[in-house]
């Protein structure tokens, strides 16, 4: 069983920035992908960022130059740094970790992120 708990969600006024923080437990392995997805009211839930077990990253193209994901394996914890947030990046935000050996998905219960214009 994988558990995913993220923090950090709260209100901030555009221009803001804010640092989501998701930490996993339970048997997970070593080669792993971390990340988030976001889900804003009516559209579908989708990539914000990724870093593997390696390092290497992904981003939204609309989030790149403003946001920074990064993680502590032997915590087994992820980060998303945001910066000059917008009223667009309201969502929540879900925390994502794929197990490369056992081929599973996980998702934490995600948090709320509202940026207020």
């Known amino acids: ?12 006024q555009a221009g803001g920035s804010l640092r989501l923080s998701c930490a996993a437990s339970g048997n997970i ?3 792993n992908t971390m990340g988030w997805y976001r889900q804003a ?3 579908q839930r989708g990539l914000v960022a990724t870093m ?5 990253t ?3 193209d609309s989030v790149k130059e403003r946001f ?3 993680r502590d394996n032997a915590k087994n914890t992820v980060y998303l740094q945001m910066s000059s947030l917008k009223p667009e990046d309201t969502a929540v935000y879900y925390c994502y970790l794929r197990d490369h050996w056992k081929a599973e ?3 934490g219960q995600g948090t709320q992120v509202t940026v207020s214009s």
Not at 1 to 12: A, C, I
Not at 52 to 56: D, K, L, N, R
Request: charge should be negative; hydrophobic fraction near 30%.
């Open 1 to 12: 069983q994988v558990q995913l708990v993220e923090s950090g969600g709260d209100l901030v």
């Open 29 to 31: 392995f070593n080669s």
């Open 41 to 43: 009211p009516g559209k």
């Open 52 to 56: 593997s077990s390696g390092g290497s």
């Open 58 to 60: 992904s981003y939204a």
């Open 68 to 70: 920074t994901i990064s």
């Open 105 to 107: 998905d996980y998702w």
